[in-house]
């Protein structure tokens, strides 16, 4: 797989960047490549490297002292992830566990490396506090819908989010194909795999969505924005 420096410019963090720059980050990165299941990175572990998905998708998790399981949020290609080593000086671990949703690639780049390129080049540092804040707003966004919305709510919320982030006009039937297990919808959104499961079950006899192994196709998405704004009767 060749990667150019045009590819490297739908980084949000690198849309300013000069060909040179660009030039000079590749040179800096290794490609890796993974396969559905496992890890670019686990919580806890040192933060060497920063990462920007090239294929496939990935996810964020993180657990507590009893196992338990979240999923902060979904990794797309040409998106960064893994990047709180280049903003701290020092030893700086990984808060989340990053797990490959299918085969995968991605570009490591050393955490030192890219704090060496913000020195002097200070877009590159005004547009990764972007990207943090953005991360910051839609945890907060989480965190609200988990505090004052009912569990149907969120999970309608969730199937809404990576309809737009992720979904696939489906060839076979009307409707958007969302490539994720009633588990991981779960951990998304903060309750049980039985609930979720009941939900889906519910929604798919109203003919709002269609289920499948490790798939959900959303056929009305209207009905789930009447679910997610609390207006079904």
């Known amino acids: 797989?060749?990667?150019?420096?045009?590819?490297?410019?739908?980084?949000?963090?690198?849309?300013?960047?000069?060909?040179?720059?660009?030039?000079?980050?590749?040179?800096?990165?290794?490609?890796?490549?993974?396969?559905?299941?496992?890890?670019?990175?686990?919580q806890g572990d040192e933060a060497k490297y920063l990462y920007i998905l090239v294929s496939g998708q990935a996810k964020l998790t993180q657990s507590n002292i009893n196992g338990q399981q979240v999923n902060l949020r979904t990794i797309y290609p040409w998106q960064m992830f893994g990047a709180l080593g280049a903003t701290r000086d020092g030893s700086a671990t990984y808060p989340a566990t990053a797990q490959a949703l299918e085969n995968s690639s991605s570009l490591a780049i050393q955490s030192t490396f890219l704090r060496s390129m913000m020195e002097t080049r200070p877009y590159i540092a005004f547009?990764?506090?972007?990207?943090?804040?953005?991360?910051?707003?839609?945890?907060?966004?989480?965190?609200?819908?988990?505090?004052?919305?009912?569990?149907?709510?969120?999970?309608?919320?969730?199937?809404?989010?990576?309809?737009?982030?992720?979904?696939?006009?489906?060839?076979?039937?009307?409707?958007?194909?969302?490539?994720?297990?009633?588990?991981?919808?779960?951990?998304?959104?903060?309750?049980t795999l039985y609930t979720v499961s009941r939900l889906l079950s519910d929604w798919e006899r109203k003919g709002i969505i269609k289920t499948g192994r490790e798939k959900i196709t959303v056929i009305q998405p209207h009905g789930l924005v009447q679910i997610a704004e609390g207006l079904e009767k």
């Not at 966004?141 to 489906?170: D, H, K, M, P």
């Open 127 to 191: 547009d990764l506090m972007q990207l943090m804040t953005s991360y910051i707003q839609e945890m907060q966004a989480r965190y609200r819908e988990l505090a004052t919305e009912r569990v149907e709510q969120r999970v309608a919320n969730a199937l809404i989010r990576l309809a737009g982030q992720s979904g696939i006009r489906s060839n076979k039937e009307a409707g958007i194909e969302l490539s994720f297990s009633r588990q991981e919808v779960a951990e998304m959104t903060g309750t």
């Open 1 to 42: 797989m060749t990667i150019s420096p045009k590819d490297l410019k739908q980084v949000v963090v690198f849309q300013r960047a000069t060909d040179e720059d660009l030039d000079l980050i590749l040179k800096n990165s290794i490609l890796r490549s993974i396969e559905e299941g496992s890890f670019f990175f686990m």
